[in-house]
């Protein structure tokens, strides 16, 4: 049955719409202004916020579970457990661990990915292992390789984003192979200590994007402008945790006036995402949660227990973004990046539906059309 949602205050595309209602069924039939059509169920939003649901292209886990589980289960767990958060797609995002675990990691998204019940997997994030150990983060150093392409071959056309540091020898030939082989893939710098020079050879490569911006990276210097010069010098798109751990908020602004519609709101979270405080793994080393912080024995940040509608919370509460602007850095700009039928309310897109307050608490969610929480 068709259903309307009336009386919201619809977000799409950056752009916040009054007096209008949303039309759907299992897919987004239109936005409309005036009468609605009789035969629909009426779903009264009551002056909230209507929009597509969120997008996170970069998290490992929450709820307990975490993608290098490598089970349906875990899987589940995450789907169902992001529900919460306005998240109604994920990218499953992989960690740097011996080679074996990541092909394990892999063939369990493939073989899943569709038998989820909550928020869907569009894909995977391969985190490392191609990375700098030199900003390894709490990516574990031990199973860091140089760029191959024969052993994750197989799971290309799957792969959504790798997250390269371009520095490391082999690197340039990696990044145009994928560049003219899969160009659905976002090629993007990330634990890395380029120089602002090999950033801008590496976004001639192919890079297009940047991974958890400022963090993994060298500070930005006056003199050594490094890779968030260089980025801050082109037009690719980055990504941010928005925690106000891992960025304070004078950086979110800088990057919110600096990158403007070319950033994306991610968690980065860990297991610990939407648990309580205690001791987690990630990527089998042990993380203390406590205060909101995930950090290693070592006092390293290892990921995030941020959720997606805090981040979304925080940056238009401490940036110049409004509500619309960044609501499209977490559905309509990472939509467009991943090639997705999903994260615009257009004729014909999945109807992935969140409903929230002006503090983006979640008040409903869809799913394909069918209503998965009502609170």
């Given at each position: 049955?068709?259903?309307?949602?009336?009386?919201?205050?619809?977000?799409?595309?950056?752009?916040?719409?009054?007096?209008?209602?949303?039309?759907?069924?299992?897919?987004?039939?239109?936005?409309?202004?005036?009468?609605?059509?009789?035969?629909c169920q009426l779903i009264d939003a009551n002056g909230?916020?209507?929009?597509?649901?969120?997008?996170?292209?970069?998290?490992?886990?929450?709820?307990?579970?975490?993608?290098?589980?490598?089970?349906?289960?875990?899987?589940?767990?995450?789907?169902?457990?992001?529900?919460?958060?306005?998240?109604?797609?994920?990218?499953?995002?992989?960690m740097t661990m011996s080679q074996d675990s990541i092909?394990?990691?892999?063939?369990?998204?493939?073989?899943?990915?569709?038998?989820?019940?909550?928020?869907?997997?569009?894909?995977?994030?391969?985190?490392?292992?191609?990375?700098?150990?030199?900003?390894?983060?709490?990516?574990?150093?031990?199973?860091?390789?140089?760029?191959?392409?024969?052993?994750?071959?197989?799971?290309?056309?799957?792969?959504?984003?790798?997250?390269?540091?371009?520095?490391?020898?082999?690197?340039?030939?990696?990044?145009?192979?994928?560049?003219?082989?899969?160009?659905?893939?976002?090629?993007?710098?990330?634990?890395?200590?380029?120089?602002?020079?090999?950033?801008?050879?590496?976004?001639?490569?192919?890079?297009?994007?940047?991974?958890?911006?400022?963090?993994?990276?060298?500070?930005?210097?006056?003199?050594?402008?490094?890779?968030?010069?260089?980025?801050?010098?082109?037009?690719?798109?980055?990504?941010?945790?928005?925690?106000?751990?891992?960025?304070?908020?004078?950086?979110?602004?800088?990057?919110?006036?600096?990158?403007?519609?070319?950033?994306?709101?991610?968690?980065?979270?860990?297991?610990?995402?939407?648990?309580?405080?205690?001791?987690?793994?990630?990527?089998?080393?042990?993380?203390?949660?406590?205060?909101?912080?995930?950090?290693?024995?070592?006092?390293?940040?290892?990921?995030?227990?941020?959720?997606?509608?805090?981040?979304?919370?925080?940056?238009?509460?401490?940036?110049?973004?409004?509500?619309?602007?960044?609501?499209?850095?977490?559905?309509?700009?990472?939509s467009r990046l991943l090639g997705l039928s999903s994260?615009?309310?257009?004729?014909?897109?999945?109807?992935?539906?969140?409903?929230?307050?002006?503090?983006?608490?979640?008040?409903?969610?869809?799913?394909?059309?069918?209503?998965?929480?009502?609170?």
């Open positions: 049955m068709k259903r309307a949602i009336i009386n919201g205050k619809i977000v799409d595309s950056g752009r916040l719409l009054e007096g209008y209602y949303l039309l759907f069924d299992k897919e987004i039939i239109s936005i409309s202004k005036g009468e609605v059509p009789q035969d909230s916020y209507v929009s597509a649901g969120f997008i996170d292209m970069h998290i490992h886990g929450c709820g307990g579970a975490d993608v290098m589980d490598s089970t349906l289960e875990a899987l589940e767990t995450i789907s169902d457990t992001l529900l919460m958060t306005g998240t109604t797609t994920l990218i499953a995002t992989t092909i394990n990691a892999c063939k369990n998204i493939i073989k899943n990915q569709d038998r989820v019940s909550g928020a869907k997997i569009a894909g995977i994030h391969l985190e490392g292992p191609f990375i700098n150990p030199l900003k390894s983060g709490a990516q574990d150093s031990r199973h860091i390789q140089k760029p191959n392409i024969e052993w994750i071959e197989p799971y290309l056309p799957y792969i959504k984003i790798i997250t390269i540091a371009p520095e490391i020898e082999g690197t340039e030939e990696f990044i145009r192979y994928i560049k003219s082989r899969y160009p659905h893939i976002v090629l993007s710098i990330g634990h890395s200590e380029a120089t602002y020079s090999e950033t801008l050879d590496s976004i001639n490569w192919g890079i297009s994007h940047a991974t958890h911006l400022f963090n993994a990276m060298p500070p930005l210097h006056h003199r050594e402008p490094n890779i968030i010069g260089a980025l801050f010098d082109s037009d690719t798109t980055v990504d941010i945790i928005a925690d106000l751990i891992h960025l304070h908020p004078s950086t979110l602004r800088l990057v919110q006036r600096t990158k403007r519609d070319r950033v994306v709101l991610v968690t980065d979270a860990m297991r610990a995402g939407c648990m309580s405080s205690g001791i987690y793994d990630l990527g089998g080393q042990s993380v203390k949660v406590e205060d909101s912080r995930a950090t290693l024995d070592s006092g390293v940040l290892a990921g995030s227990i941020l959720r997606l509608n805090g981040a979304i919370y925080n940056y238009y509460t401490h940036t110049e973004a409004t509500i619309a602007e960044s609501i499209y850095a977490v559905t309509t700009l990472p994260g615009e309310l257009k004729r014909g897109y999945s109807a992935d539906i969140v409903i929230f307050d002006e503090e983006i608490n979640i008040s409903k969610v869809y799913v394909d059309g069918t209503l998965k929480i009502s609170n």
